[in-house]
Nanobody, 126 residues
Framework: QVQLVESGGSLVQAGDSLRLSCAASGFTLSEYAMAWWRQAPGKEREFVAHIAYRGTNRNYADSVKGRFTISGDDADHTLYLQMNRLTPEATAIYYC???????????????????WGQGTQVTVSS
């Protein structure tokens, strides 16, 4: 049974760093492409970062490029999102998701992901 469980969300101040974790079970993490998404209050869910099958490539939304890093660790079955220099605009619920296909197409389209976690809240105060 596939499960994704996020953790690490917190209330932080602008400029702080935070690392989110996504514990994966029921499948081998590196055999799938994975991603982080977020949803701010009153807004649609948006793509944040993607890591390809076996970590061969990484993609980021323009708004987080250079500040966020996605990584995966097969040894502890966990996907991470390191977030640096946080701004209040990063306030959202963050979700990890498993892509249904190893193909690199549609990485920023939610319908291409087949499993989602329940989310973890990140709040950045100014």
């Amino acid at each position: 049974q596939v499960q994704l469980v996020e953790s690490g969300g917190s209330l932080v101040q602008a400029g702080d760093s935070l690392r989110l974790s996504c514990a994966a079970s029921g499948f081998t993490l590196s055999e799938y492409a994975m991603a982080w998404w977020r949803q701010a209050p009153g807004k649609e869910r948006e793509f944040v970062a993607h890591i390809a099958y076996r970590g061969t490539n990484r993609n980021y939304a323009d708004s987080v490029k250079g500040r966020f890093t996605i990584s995966g660790d097969d040894a502890d079955h966990t996907l991470y999102l390191q977030m640096n220099r946080l701004t209040p605009e990063a306030t959202a619920i963050y979700y990890c998701a498993r892509k249904s296909s190893v193909l690199a197409t549609g990485i920023s389209s939610a319908y291409t992901y087949d499993y989602w976690g329940q989310g973890t809240q990140v709040t950045v105060s100014s």
